[in-house]
């Protein structure tokens, strides 16, 4: 079994910053692609970044050089830096993946969603 566990959602006061985490878990063979989406209350769940199993990175143009997506040295580690935060990046974060498990294959994985809320 896959697991995707995301951490560090919160309150934030505009300006600030917070750092997401997701770690991919169970039987796995290796993680491909990893990604952060973001679900705002009424809208559709977008993508705000994403980074290959090379390290590229490609970001939704809402989020360039405020938001940093990395990944950790075992490769089923990311991470997302926010900074600057405003009012409209207010969402509930999803964490992604493509991960090769001895079950499935290659498939997506999920997290189960952590809140970022920024307001004064």
């Known amino acids: 079994q896959v697991q995707l566990v995301e951490s560090g959602g919160g309150l934030v006061q505009p300006g600030g910053s917070l750092r997401l985490s997701c770690a991919a878990s169970g039987s796995i063979f290796s993680v491909d692609a990893m990604g952060w989406y973001r679900q705002a209350p009424g809208k559709q769940r977008e993508l705000v970044a994403a980074i290959t199993g090379g390290g590229s990175t490609n970001y939704a143009d809402s989020v360039k050089g405020r938001f940093a997506i990395s990944r950790g040295n075992a490769k089923n580690t990311v991470y997302l830096q926010m900074s600057s935060l405003k009012p409209e990046d207010t969402a509930v974060y999803y964490c992604?993946?493509?991960?090769?498990?001895?079950?499935?294959?290659?498939?997506?994985?999920w997290g189960q969603g952590t809140q970022v809320t920024v307001s004064s």
């Open positions: 992604n993946a493509d991960i090769r498990s001895a079950h499935t294959g290659l498939a997506t994985y």
